[in-house]
């Protein structure tokens, strides 16, 4: 059996930048091992599976597919970067003419649409709520030390921690912090957080990144993912509130870097836009 598979960097517009995923294209469903198998071979943040739903569907002339999203050890039920890459993978690879694309995933229906040179994701917003410190006190201690935090959150949605660090920190600060997943796992407590969120003000010029950040979840096989989406689901939710804006410009510091741009919506949901570099194509032999 062969199976069409890409590589894709979302969240930049040039190659070995931004968050790559492998996506698979899949006339019939697999074995239900075989994706797990296939993502782990892939050893990459996210592999995507976009399969048709029917029979006579096409990956050029169709709007709607199912999609799913492995890590290197399980299937999650989210992941923005890797929509993004499989969105580029039908309207860029496929030539897809459709002005929106429809995915069936386990977070619902997802929505991509192309905006100029961007493609445009839409998402589940997903808000944090306060979080008690004493609970998460020696997890935030290992993220980032005695570094001075300025707001704790939680997500329920991604189940993952948001960490404000102190406005008196700089972008360098964030990108210059060494972490280490085992201290992260051995330090997490309460058994519901499966990913952490760094994140400091950016500019308020008005005219630079609203907000930077850095997402790690050894939890997930993935120490840090380069830019993730799910996580400005949250993100953008808390920076929204916090800044009093709905439309953000946001750069994910990480060693690889990235950028989105956020706009919260009055219904629910989350507009997420970026650019994408195909960088690999060829086929898996099984």
Same mark, same amino acid.
């Given at each position: ?13 040039? =190659? *070995?930048?931004?968050? =790559? ?14 994706? @797990? ?21 096409? *990956? ?42 429809? *995915? ?9 649409? @192309? ?8 998402? =589940? ?56 997943? @085992? ?104």
């Amino acid at each position: 059996m062969q199976i069409p598979i890409f590589t894709v960097d979302a969240f930049t517009n040039r =190659p *070995f930048a931004g968050n =790559p995923a492998a996506v698979c294209l899949l006339e019939n469903d697999l074995d239900e091992d075989l994706y @797990q198998k296939i993502a782990t071979e892939m050893n990459l943040s996210e592999t995507a599976f976009i399969r048709k739903l029917n029979p006579g569907d096409d *990956f050029s002339k169709s709007s709607c597919f199912g999609l799913r999203w492995f890590t290197p050890v399980s299937e999650i039920r989210l992941c923005g970067h890797a929509t993004l890459a499989s969105a580029a993978v039908l309207f860029h690879v496929q030539k897809n003419t459709n002005p929106v694309l429809s *995915f069936m995933t386990l977070s619902g229906e997802l929505k991509a649409r @192309q905006v100029k040179d961007h493609i445009v994701l839409d998402l =589940p917003l997903c808000p944090a709520y306060p979080q008690e410190l004493k609970e998460v006190e020696e997890l935030i201690k290992a993220a980032v030390g005695d570094m001075s935090v300025q707001d704790v959150r939680y997500s329920p949605d991604i189940k993952s921690l948001l960490v404000r660090l102190s406005d008196t920190y700089e972008r360098s600060v964030l990108e210059e912090l060494k972490v280490s997943a @085992q201290h992260f796992m051995s330090a997490e407590k309460t058994g519901k957080v499966k990913g952490v969120i760094l994140t400091v003000k950016g500019n308020s010029s008005g005219k630079g990144h609203d907000f930077y950040s850095r997402y790690f979840a050894p939890w997930y096989g993935v120490l840090e993912d380069p830019v993730c989406g799910s996580a400005h689901a949250v993100l953008g939710s808390y920076w929204s509130e916090q800044l009093g804006k709905k439309e953000m410009l946001a750069f994910q510091c990480s060693r690889r870097g990235g950028e989105l741009k956020i706009s919260v919506r009055s219904d629910g949901r989350v507009d997420l836009a970026g650019q994408s570099a195909v960088v690999l194509k060829g086929n898996l032999t099984l």
